[in-house]
């Protein structure tokens, strides 16, 4: 069985796709601490003067004390109406806008008190018009508040994995020895970004928001964000 995890992120990148797609099950870390300037609540679309961050302003107080599942939204401020204005202006001339376009409108009209509700709601979305079948599961649900390698390694056991998918970063901090120890093998994602249709010319920029591909691709877009890279029947123990 192959596992995946990470934390939630606001319109994720296409990497996070990819993979969630070629794990069995993969595990949202909502019940760890939430990270200053991450893409856990931002990220980037294109524009006509190139790429745009899009951030959700959360209330930051004790937020070193709190897990993502706890952090507030900062509706002090307009970000809902500015980030719905920045979608309408940069992709209403792109192919699918008006097969997405009404989720977000909605979206941007809801009244969101937690970050993680905002995260996962967006994700269910992004994962129901992908057409993933992986297993979500939420950390904060399964009872495992280990930390760091500690906890990849309980969730490992607790679903009997036998390979689980570190980012590429994992490189720089996995213990594979300790991972090794425990039957189970380790596998680091090297994601191939690929090109696609783009709006505004400038040539092509890389590792936008799924939005980015979702509006300009359409239903071609998990047929895209999968090329070039591995699937989950290349994966071998």
Request: proline fraction near 2%; glycine fraction near 6%; aromatic fraction near 14%.
């Amino acid at each position: 069985m192959i596992l995946a995890a990470h934390q939630p992120a606001y319109l994720p990148w296409l990497g996070l796709f990819h993979k969630m797609a070629i794990s069995d099950n993969f595990v949202v870390l909502d019940d760890v601490q939430f990270e200053k300037n991450s893409f856990i609540n931002r990220n980037r679309i294109k524009t006509a003067q190139g790429d745009m961050w899009l951030t959700v302003p959360v209330l930051m107080t004790g937020h070193i004390q709190k897990t993502i599942h706890d952090i507030e939204i900062n509706n002090n401020v307009d970000w809902r109406s500015k980030h719905w204005k920045s979608i309408y202006l940069n992709y209403k001339k792109s192919p699918y806008f008006n097969r997405f376009s009404d989720f977000f409108e909605d979206l941007y009209k809801g009244e969101w008190i937690k970050l993680y509700d905002l995260l996962d709601y967006t994700m269910s979305f992004f994962i129901k018009e992908l057409k993933i079948d992986t297993k979500i599961y939420i950390q904060s649900k399964l009872n495992i508040t280990t930390k760091k390698q500690l906890l990849i390694l309980d969730l490992c056991k607790h679903f009997n994995a036998k390979i689980f998918v570190f980012g590429a970063l994992g490189k720089d901090y996995a213990d594979s020895e300790l991972f090794e120890t425990n039957g189970i093998k380790i596998l680091f994602q090297d994601y191939k970004h690929p090109a696609y249709h783009q709006l505004w010319g400038g040539g092509f920029i890389s590792n936008m928001s799924i939005i980015d591909l979702l509006f300009n691709e359409g239903e071609r877009s998990f047929e895209i964000l999968m090329s070039g890279n591995i699937n989950k029947e290349n994966l071998q123990i």
